[in-house]
Every structure is written in structure tokens, then in C-alpha cells.
């Protein structure tokens, strides 16, 4: 009842050096064999918290799946503007994960939905490379939300292709402005570019009016917190001018190719 069902799945020898690893936006069953095998294999299991003591969101995705022996280091990555704090938590996060290198560890860092995509792995990865360059480091890649998001619009009913042909595909933070939001908008048609929002939470009640004035509401996919059970996937229209989750992206798609079914 509940969970995934129960996955035999050999545990190799374990990479020597710190592995980052992709467990996707929410849903446990969409990390890879690769992930999986990286998690099994992991002495120390890392993930990010907002703050001390926090659960962490990629732990709770990886959590099915952690072993009852491993060693579990939370790694602190406050969500600030300054540049100070945020560069201090990489270096320490950084120092921490080869700590436990050059004792013999293998260690995983777990990464909500893929590593390389706006996540605190990417700045992992460059303080690693920076601070400690004999300590080998692999990524595994995992489902970005934007993708999932996707996937799960059209298990909604709702066919959501990301690019089709010679489409483009954006995936950006929302701008702070409607003004900057407006001149993406015509940037994207200008060159038949579909955009995936992402921090879209508060910002969504004046994206929402803007989206209105310019008649894109019902092409607009709203995707909120994909993967868990409380996932909301929904045309934009039918979405209230209320302050989203921080998990909600919006995608943006302001035409088609000429040929299609
Ligand atoms: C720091 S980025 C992380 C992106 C992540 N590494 C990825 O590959 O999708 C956080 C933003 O991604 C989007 N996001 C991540 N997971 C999500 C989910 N499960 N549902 C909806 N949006 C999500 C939201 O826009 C959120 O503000």
C-alpha cells in the first residue's frame, strides 16, 4: 500500500568520489536506473535544506528508495538574494562532500529534478572543480520538471508537446516584471519559442494579467508541484490570480508549425 512497489536492483561497486545525482520533480518511480543504482551504492546520502533541521524536497522524493545503513548529510543552502551567504554555503557544501571523499566515503548528493538545470549541484559542481580538483565528481541527470510537467498535462488529457520542428524551447525564472515579461513574449513569437516559467508561485497573479491583455491564457499550461500527490496541471485560465507554490512553472506556447496530424 503506498510507495513504490519493491525493485530488485544489484548494488555494484561504488564510484569512488561524489556522484550528483537527478531524482526528478516529485514522484519517485521517475528517477533512473542509473540514479537508483548511484543512491544504493552511496555510503553518505547529501541533500539540500533550505534551513536546519528541514527535510529537504530531494530527500523526500529519494526517500523509498535510501537504505536504512546509509549516513545522511544535510547540506545547508539558504534561499537569500545576498551573495555572501549563498557562496559561503557552496564552499562548505563543497568542503563537506570531499571530506567525506578523502575518507573513503562514496557520497551522493541528491538534486531535485536534474542537476545541471537551476539547481544548487550546478554551484556544487564549479566549488568542487574550484576547492578540491583531485576529488572526482560524475552527475547522473534527471527529469526536469519542465518535462514532467509535460508528460503529466498530457496524462491529464491536456497534449502539451514542449518544441515540435524548428520551435525553440525557453526554460527561464520568471522575470521580475511584466514589462520583461512582455518583451520575452514577443522575443518567443518572434521566433516561434515555447517558454517554460519557472518561480512562477508569487509572481503568478500579474503574469496572469498580463497573459489575459494578450489572449495567451488558454494556450498556457499551469504545472504545480508535478509529481506529488496534490499536483495541479491545468490551462492557465482556469487557474485563479492567487499566489502560487514555489514548485509551480507555467509553459507558454503562442502558436504551432504549419504541419501538423
Ligand atoms: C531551483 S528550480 C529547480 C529545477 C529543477 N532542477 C529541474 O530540473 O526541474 C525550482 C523551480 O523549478 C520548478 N519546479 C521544480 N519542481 C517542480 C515541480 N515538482 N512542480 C512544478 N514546478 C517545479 C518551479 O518553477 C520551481 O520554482
Redesign the pocket.
Known sequence: MGGPAPLQISVGAAAAGVTLV?VG??DPELLSVAALRAIRAAAVVAYPVARTGGEGMAAAIAAPWLLPGQRRLPLLFPMVAEAAPRIAAWHAAADALAAEVAAGWPVVLL?????S???SSGYVQLALRQRHPHCPVRLVP?V???C??AAMAAAAGIPWPLALQSEGLLIRPTPESASGLADLLDQAAATATTVA?????RRWPWVRELLERRGLLDGALL??????PD?LLAPASAVPAEVRP????LLIRQGWPAVLP
Open positions: 537527478g520533480p516529485g538534486c531535485e529534478g536534474d542537476v538545470l537551476f539547481a534527471g526536469p520538471a519542465v514532467a510537467a516559467l519557472l518561480k512562477l508561485g504545472a504545480q508541484r508535478v509529481g506529488w499536483q514555489y514548485f509551480s512553472l
